[in-house]
Each structure stands twice: as C-alpha cells, then as structure tokens.
C-alpha cells in the first residue's frame, strides 16, 4: 500500500474515532430509523477527503505551477495560505465550534505535535487497529452518556 492510502486510512480512523456522536438517541426517541454511524463515518469521510484533496490540487499545486510559494506552516505570520492539514484542523474545529456533537482530526500513533495523538485508549486501539491491517477499516461505536 502506498504511503499516501496509508495517510487516508490513517486519516479515515481518526474521523471514525473522532465522530462522538451517539445515534442510539435518534431510535429511542421517534421510533423511527436512522442512519448508521459507520455509514455517517464513510460520509463524513468522504467530504473531508474531497475537501482536503481539492484544496491541495486546486489551490496549494496551482500556486506552485505558477511559481507562486504561497503555503506555510507558519502562514499567518508570513501571509501566506495554511498547508491542506491546517486547513482540515480548522475545519474540524469549526464543525466541533457549531455544537453538534460531532468532532474530527487528523490523529497519528507518532505524531509530530502531541496534541495530534491519540486522546483517549479507545483512539489508541482504533489507530493501531490501522496500522496492524491497513487494508481494512477499524469501527467502534461508543455511547455518550
């Protein structure tokens, strides 16, 4: 498998293990279906790996075919635009800002910044699940109290 569909699933279970939000309620409460976490997660999933994908291709790639180095770690202080990560960072914490329950991030066994490492154990299984099996994906759901 390629370093970059290892990044994905990586990334795929992270937003699995970071999508806290409790579907059980919804039976419970109108008696009526509704739809499964693990299908919320796959489209979850598939928005943000649009998003991230478009951005780097659209804006960060064209930029540089132009000549134009316009992305940075550190953009804010140079004035130039974040890189396609920090971009799915800002995203996620604006989605958790909007209060519906759901959060998502990138989140690595090894990560570079502490804050981007597993959170929890439950996370901590889901990513080394990843990792064991890249192949597959690694599902859990959890109930929130």
Not at 9 to 18: D, E, K, Q, S, Y
Not at 27 to 40: L, S
Not at 101 to 114: F, I, N, Q, T
Request: aromatic share 8%; charged share 25%; net charge negative.
């Amino acid at each position: 498998m390629s370093k970059t569909g290892f990044l994905w699933r990586a990334l795929f279970a992270g937003i699995v293990l970071g999508a806290y939000v409790d579907f059980s309620g919804a039976k419970e409460a109108g008696g009526e279906a509704c739809v499964a976490p693990e299908v919320v997660a796959d489209y979850v999933h598939a928005i943000i790996e649009a998003d991230r994908t478009l951005y780097a291709s659209l804006v960060v790639e064209r930029m540089q075919h132009h000549g134009k180095d316009l992305v940075s770690e550190d953009w804010a202080l140079k004035d130039k635009l974040p890189l396609p990560a920090q971009m799915l960072q800002f995203a996620g914490l604006e989605v958790e800002r909007k209060g519906t329950g759901l959060k998502y991030r990138l989140a690595s066994l090894w990560p570079v910044d502490e804050t981007n490492g597993p959170a929890t154990d439950f996370e901590r299984t889901g990513l080394q699940a990843v990792v064991d099996n890249p192949s597959t994906v690694h599902t859990s759901t959890i109930k929130r109290a």
